[in-house]
């Protein structure tokens, strides 16, 4: 399985977030888009899952299923964490189990390995944001699909949730499956390809050479 | 001394809980006694057996009445003296008083249909009781639409203030009005109008209704207090998981 | 479980358990009734010629109540974003979030009719039209107003947008339910024609409302 993206351009309210952006990225192995505030992390991962219009160029999927969309092959775990506060916590898992389905065979199993099966029955409005960031992962272990588009997914985990995150992150490359995730620090990944998004935004290429022109005019002043 | 340790939840829940079943007890002796007597009642010259719908109609406004009145003192314990148990009182009463508010209106649309040839006319005093059960659902929905309860209680307790003013509305409509209701019998000035054959069941029925909603009043705090409980204790367990 | 049946599970649950949930509805609909009366003035034979009416706009308001908050909560929580890259048509999934609304509002407003019907003046034949009317009636309001619905979700104040849009397309809702309850009580056309376009209307409604709330979500959520 092979995702690759070429010459994708993101264009968001009338103007580029990134232009030209080429990437691939093989089963078994991890990309991580990095970049400031604004360089469009977010935007590619709604991108890759379909939520985001692709202005230009194309993304193609080789080896996955013809008849499915690259969104519908993906997890996509977003800054939300899609929960009903109203509903309790195994409540949450199964609707999501269901909805993006088929589920995998262990009911409980999910819960039991992001720590969360003690208070299963507790609504999640109970639940702290670390917490609801564990239930939402949970859910990327409760459907098996190929490809995990994962947004800043370490935000708000603690030191020990941050550890789970890497052990499934890992699990799932060893599997065969594929991660693309947004992230300002290091997951812990071995062998992990970098995507710098800086470098290809327009906005930011003109910002810096304007600033290295007023630079230019003031080294110019005696 | 006594009432400032009632104030204290578990000893209310410790007072409360065992003398529940004593007072289930008492009504159901009451109710034995009042219903004996009511059948036994002579029926009106003019209206008949209808008249023993009487014994449910009255007792029901009454304490349809009482309920919120038993929420109004409620409210100002929760906004002037901040009591611990005053909200609870508030959440607990304002069921049971709509029910019986409605048992109250139930019961008159039956009897308004042999007397007045309709199940509901629009006049004064019908028109304030239905007003008032209005409210009771408002206040319902409020405290069910809050989480926090005691964010909850202060907001039901202004609305059951300003709702207060619906309770003398009901008592002197059929006086400030011209109505179809008949105007009062039991509480009057120069005593009451009706027949002692009459009146002993219907202040008996009265009475055991009232015990009737004690029971109902002191289990739904109980309840309320333990329902708190249980949040709290599941509150503290997300939080030790981690 | 299928996607489908674990969405309306979630949003049955879901609304009985926040806000007052299913008593709301009912509730709003009864003081709106309740209203009438003291503005009109206790005429009896009046509020029973012009019951059937106010029973229908009272449920007209009662069924776009709420309404707007059908897909603007996914939309906040962003369980909407994994709905769209679901894999069940969208299409589908509005028609069983549109039911499931439908059951938990229009539903208990049908089953009070009657009762509140007594208010009105509104007896036996009156009575039973109008509640017939409604049954058939409602799912087009619900099903127009979930268009509306759509087309708010990503607006803070939607409610009153949501009314302004959609009350003039119930407009002939309104009318063939009100000709209908009052040919049964007065004639002079038989019931049965208003009846069937009413009919007609809820079915139209059934298949042009998903698809138009679907296209505008996607068109919105871009």
Not at chain 1, 8 to 14: I, N
Not at chain 2, 6 to 23: D, E, H, Q, V, Y
Not at chain 3, 63 to 74: G, I, Q
């Amino acid at each position: 399985m092979r995702l690759a993206g070429h010459d994708l351009t993101c264009r968001r309210g009338g103007r580029d977030i990134f232009a030209g952006l080429n990437f691939s990225v093989a089963g078994g192995e991890a990309l991580m888009v990095s970049g400031r505030n604004g360089a469009g992390k977010s935007s590619l991962l709604r991108m890759l899952a379909g939520l985001v219009r692709i202005a230009h160029g194309d993304l193609e999927l080789e080896g996955g299923d013809p008849n499915l969309t690259i969104g519908e092959q993906a997890h996509y775990l977003g800054h939300l964490d899609a929960l009903k506060p109203s509903l309790s916590v195994a409540e949450n898992l199964e609707f999501w189990a269901g909805f993006l389905g088929p589920p995998t065979s262990s009911r409980s199993g999910p819960l039991a390995a992001v720590g969360l099966d003690a208070i299963a029955d507790l609504p999640a409005g109970y639940l702290s944001a670390g917490q609801r960031r564990r239930l939402s992962l949970a859910r990327l272990l409760a459907v098996k699909r190929p490809i995990w588009l994962l947004d800043e997914p370490a935000s708000t985990l603690d030191a020990s949730g941050q550890r789970r995150l890497r052990d499934f992150m890992r699990a799932h490359l060893a599997a065969g499956g594929l991660i693309v995730a947004a992230t300002h620090a290091a997951l812990g990944i071995d062998g992990a390809h970098e995507l710098r998004l800086d470098q290809l935004s327009p906005a930011f290429a003109h910002a810096t050479a304007a600033l290295a022109e007023s630079e230019a005019v003031k080294v110019g002043e005696p | 001394m006594a009432a400032a340790n009632l104030a204290n939840p578990s000893r209310f829940l410790k007072i409360a809980s065992p003398a529940i079943p004593w007072l289930g007890g008492l009504t159901v002796i009451a109710f034995a006694v009042g219903i004996t007597e009511a059948v036994l009642s002579p029926d009106d010259y003019q209206q008949g057996a209808t008249v023993k719908i009487m014994f449910l109609h009255v007792p029901g406004a009454w304490l349809g009445m009482l309920g919120w009145g038993v929420m109004t003192v409620a409210a100002l314990g929760t906004l002037v003296w901040r009591h611990p148990l005053a909200d609870v009182t508030a959440k607990a009463a304002a069921p049971i008083g709509a029910a019986f508010t409605f048992m109250c209106l139930v019961t008159g649309s039956l009897w308004g249909r042999p007397m007045w040839g309709t199940y509901w006319v629009w006049d004064a005093r019908l028109t304030s009781v239905l007003v008032l059960f209005l409210l009771y659902l408002g206040v319902i929905a409020l405290w069910r639409t809050v989480d926090d309860p005691s964010r909850a209680a202060r907001a039901a307790a202004i609305v059951t203030l300003v709702g207060a003013v619906d309770l003398p509305i009901i008592k002197f409509s059929v006086e400030w009005w011209n109505t179809l209701h008949q105007s009062a019998s039991v509480f009057r000035m120069d005593g009451p109008t009706i027949d002692p054959s009459i009146l002993v069941p219907l202040l008996v029925m009265t009475g055991a209704f009232t015990l009737l909603f004690i029971t109902l009043l002191l289990a739904a705090m109980r309840n309320e207090l333990l329902r708190r409980r249980v949040r709290t204790l599941r509150l503290m367990q997300a939080s030790v998981v981690g | 479980m299928s996607a489908l049946a674990a969405i309306f599970i979630r949003d049955m649950r879901n609304t009985v358990r926040v806000g007052g949930g299913a008593l709301m509805g009912v509730l709003f609909f009864l003081v709106v009734v309740t209203m009438v009366p003291f503005a009109l003035g206790p005429d009896l034979a009046l509020l029973n010629r012009i019951g059937p009416a106010i029973l229908w706009l009272a449920a007209l308001l009662a069924s776009l109540l709420a309404l707007d908050r059908l897909f603007a909560t996914d939309h906040e929580d962003g369980s909407l974003d994994l709905i769209l890259t679901g894999r069940p048509p969208l299409e589908l999934v509005v028609l069983v979030k549109g039911f499931a609304h439908w059951v938990t509002t229009a539903v208990p407003i049908i089953v009070a009719a009657p009762f509140v019907g007594i208010f009105l003046n509104l007896g036996g034949r009156a009575g039973t039209a109008t509640v017939m009317t409604l049954l058939v009636g409602t799912p087009a309001l619900t099903f127009i107003g979930i268009i509306g619905a759509a087309i708010a979700v990503t607006l803070r104040r939607g409610g009153l947008l949501l009314a302004v849009l959609v009350l003039p397309l119930t407009v002939p809702v309104l009318i063939f339910g009100v000709a209908a309850a009052n040919a049964a009580v007065s004639g002079p056309i038989p019931f049965g024609t208003p009846f069937m376009a009413l009919c007609g209307l809820s079915l139209a409604s059934l298949v042009v409302g998903p698809f138009a709330a679907a296209a505008a979500l996607r068109l919105e959520m871009e």
